[in-house]
Structure formats: C-alpha cells, structure tokens
Nanobody
Framework: QVQLAESGGGLVQTGGSLRLSCAASERTFSSYSVGWFRQAPGAEREFVASISRIGRIYADSVKGRFTISRDNAKNTVDLQMNSLKPEDTAVYYC?????????????????WGQGTQVTVSS
C-alpha cells in the first residue's frame, strides 16, 4: 500500500504562486506515474497534470501556468502553480500508479493522498 501526503496548499491572491508537493512512502516512487487532480465544491474531480517516465501531460486549463516535476532524491512530485486564478480554487490531490502512464483518467490511479486546499482570492 502506497501512502501519499500532499503539502503546500494555502491562500493566495490572483496572479500569485504556490508549490504543492506530494511525498510518497514507496521507495520505488520514481518509477510510478503520478497525477495531480483537483475538486472544487459541487464539482467533479478534474485532471490537472501527470508525470511518468514517458513524459508529462497537462490539462488545457493549466498549460503554461503549472509545471509538474519530480525530485527522486526527496521521493516527491511537485506541482508549481503560477498565475493563479480564482477558478483554480479547489482541494488538490495527488495520486499514483505503478504503470507507465502518464494518465489523465483518475480511474487509472489506485493510490491517493488526503488532499490540500488551495484558495485563490480575487
């Protein structure tokens, strides 16, 4: 069972930046596909970005503003979020799968963190 823990959420003004981090208990985490998803109140879970050994993919809504990266020494996958907008407000979750990936479909990820709140004020 892989355990994931997100950190780095908070309150930021429009145009600001935040960096989320997803830490894993799995020592082979560097070989996993990892995705970031978000869910706003009353909305469905939404794909944000994913990274794997194959490459990275992004949702159209965050392309050019968000960057996903991994730090194998720290066993983390980070999500750098710049030029934040009020519509980015949501709980952000990281998820992982022991597959090639990357995947935008949340059903491909069996392991999930508890989430971290990101609030962007206008």
């Amino acid at each position: 069972q892989v355990q994931l823990a997100e950190s780095g959420g908070g309150l930021v003004q429009t145009g600001g930046s935040l960096r989320l981090s997803c830490a894993a208990s799995e020592r082979t985490f560097s070989s996993y596909s990892v995705g970031w998803f978000r869910q706003a109140p009353g909305a469905e879970r939404e794909f944000v970005a994913s990274i794997s050994r194959i490459g990275r993919i992004y949702a159209d809504s965050v392309k050019g503003r968000f960057t996903i990266s991994r730090d194998n020494a720290k066993n983390t996958v980070d999500l750098q979020m710049n030029s934040l907008k009020p519509e980015d407000t949501a709980v952000y979750y990281c998820a992982c799968a022991a597959d090639l990936g990357p995947y935008s479909d949340y059903r491909r990820y069996p392991y999930w963190g508890q989430g971290t709140q990101v609030t962007v004020s206008s």
